[in-house]
């Protein structure tokens, strides 16, 4: 049977637009071409090594790959002003951690408004401070070394990896609670600071346990505490800092942020497909190996964070003193 022209045609025309649906429906996904996950740290350290565990898994999840942009300097402002100028379309994100919380009270002109200009998309992981003081330190327990610091103002030396960096604002918090007088030394990075505080030219840091740990576990460093709320259940022997100085808490924290007006389905995306891979085994080991322990947060319970750490620091800072280097 002959079919009509005008049918036939009509039917062709469909047939033909039948294969590229499947093709607009994939260009219309997210994501449609790689995606980079701008790190404002050098390659190596905790943050860095979490970004590229979090790239990997998104890239086989979402079959785009997930490039990880290290981007340090400024106090971690390179990285977070390249994102907040990108396009809110979820493909450039940005690795968070305390930094940026900091800088918002201890920097007065930024070109962008950190809570204002970045929508908080999932934690990842969260790892303890340890309060290590060099075995010259007589104290054993936190009463100990505030009674020894109290005794001898002025006289210890702090240990931080820099200016204004987490290790710094944390020993800055323990002065504010305890009213010890501490002398501030600051390092460029953790690595110096930690090779002095080994050989005794420091007394006391506030060390991640992806730095400290290996040295706690060998004696060559005694830690006195924990700083965050609960005990390290690697070292459960260990106490917190809270247990003597009720309040006191602080985490090392990483999780992804987007530039703001970026679209809810792809946050909600990118929610999902980490707070997947943070149950997954073979991740939770490996975030494990870090010193660390997953960080499943939605959105919401993110941005609460980074307004409780922000409202924190900014205390600290004004306490302190802390200019900008």
Not at 26 to 31: G, H, I, N, T
Not at 221 to 241: G, H, N, Q, W, Y
Not at 278 to 300: E, F, N, Q
């Amino acid at each position: 049977m002959k079919l009509p022209r005008r049918k036939f045609l009509h039917l062709a025309t469909g047939a033909a637009a039948l294969p590229a649906l499947p093709i607009i429906t994939r260009a219309q996904a997210y994501p449609s071409r790689p995606v980079r996950l701008i790190v404002g740290f050098p390659p190596g350290g905790p943050g860095d090594l979490t970004s590229r565990l979090v790239a990997q898994w998104l890239s086989e999840r979402l079959g785009q790959p997930f490039v990880v942009d290290n981007r340090p300097g400024a106090s971690g402002n390179i990285a977070m002003e390249a994102v907040v100028r990108s396009p809110p379309d979820g493909h450039t994100l940005v690795l968070l951690d305390a930094t940026p919380t900091i800088s918002t009270t201890l920097f007065d002109k930024l070109s962008f408004n950190f809570i204002r200009d970045i929508a908080p998309v999932a934690g990842v992981a969260e790892m303890p401070e340890f309060m290590v003081v060099n075995p010259s330190v007589p104290a054993k327990t936190v009463p100990e070394f505030i009674a020894y610091a109290k005794a001898n103002p002025g006289k210890i030396n702090m240990a931080s990896a820099g200016n204004a960096t987490p290790p710094h604002v944390a020993g800055e918090l323990f002065k504010m609670m305890t009213g010890v007088n501490l002398a501030h030394i600051p390092y460029r990075g953790a690595g110096p600071a930690m090779t002095d505080l080994l050989g005794g030219q420091v007394q006391i840091a506030f060390f991640a346990s992806f730095v400290s740990l290996e040295h706690v576990k060998s004696g060559k460093l005694r830690a006195l505490a924990v700083t965050s709320a609960k005990r390290f259940d690697e070292l459960p022997d260990i106490p917190t800092v809270g247990e003597s100085v009720p309040g006191f808490e602080v985490s090392v924290w990483f999780g992804i942020g987007a530039p703001k007006n970026t679209p809810v389905d792809i946050l909600d995306t990118l929610n999902r497909e980490i707070n997947v891979a943070l149950v997954d085994p073979k991740i939770k080991a490996r975030i494990a190996g870090l010193g660390a322990t997953p960080l499943v947060l939605s959105p919401a319970a993110f941005r609460n964070l980074i307004a409780s750490e922000t409202e924190k620091w900014a205390k600290v800072i004004k306490f302190a003193g802390i200019k900008p280097e």
